[in-house]
């Protein structure tokens, strides 16, 4: 095969892109049906509470007094949200069924992404590609814990998953800042700093590495 075509003509055929999209939808269409679920009550009442407070009244400078715990990230996620969708305004918990969906959309959205980031790393390899993005979409562990739980950790992979993107591509700047925001999401994504690290200092060598991580540190 010659490898100077792109990868439409490398052998994604019309019936694998149709595939993949049918795919994706269904994956939509499971989450869609998952979001009113209660979930883990507890935790879903917290998150809508946050977003509640901040709708209705209290600054994002002082969104930290809400005893929020989670970094920066998500706390500019609970803003938009409480700008975006009027229903916070009045529901303080999870017994509201639109800000319950609400909260849980974004990580939702998330998988979405994740699956798509996947199927773009794997292009050249198009039935490799489908079969990986739907196994991502359809894992019981990303749909139970995003549309059906209501916890954010595909937001966060979602960052790390695109810095690995950039950085493949040979842009390991804009991979710093992503790779920074992942870090600002959840402390999870605190390990995700050392492979990157490693390959950075492997391929662009000690100094350049440095001023990765010094951005990294920056944007975080």
């Known amino acids: 095969m010659d490898e100077s075509l792109p990868p439409r003509a490398a052998g994604w055929s019309r019936r694998m892109r149709i595939g993949l999209a049918v795919g994706l939808l269904a994956a939509a269409i499971l989450r869609l049906a998952l979001l009113p679920a209660v979930g883990l009550r507890a935790d879903t009442d917290q998150f809508v509470g946050w977003v509640h407070a901040l709708a209705t009244g209290v600054p994002l400078g002082d969104a930290y007094r809400l005893d929020l715990s989670f970094p920066p990230v998500m706390v500019y996620v609970f803003w938009a949200l409480a700008r975006l969708v009027p229903a916070f305004g009045t529901a303080a918990d999870a017994g509201d069924l639109a800000a319950r969906i609400a909260s849980k959309a974004p990580a939702a959205v998330a998988d979405l992404g994740l699956a798509l980031g996947v199927a773009y790393l794997l292009r050249e390899r198009p039935r490799w590609a489908i079969g ?57 994504a605190f390990p995700f700093l050392v492979p990157f690290a490693a390959y950075a200092i492997g391929r662009y060598g000690w100094r350049r590495a440095a001023v990765f991580g010094i951005v990294t540190g920056a944007v975080a």
Do not use: C, H, N, R
């Open 132 to 188: 990986a993005a739907l196994a991502v979409a359809f894992l019981p562990l990303t749909w139970y814990v995003s549309a059906w739980w209501g916890q954010f950790e595909s937001i966060y992979v979602l960052l790390g998953l695109l810095a690995a993107i950039l950085v493949l591509a040979d842009y390991p700047l804009p991979a710093a800042v992503a790779l920074g925001l992942a870090v600002m999401t959840k402390p999870q």
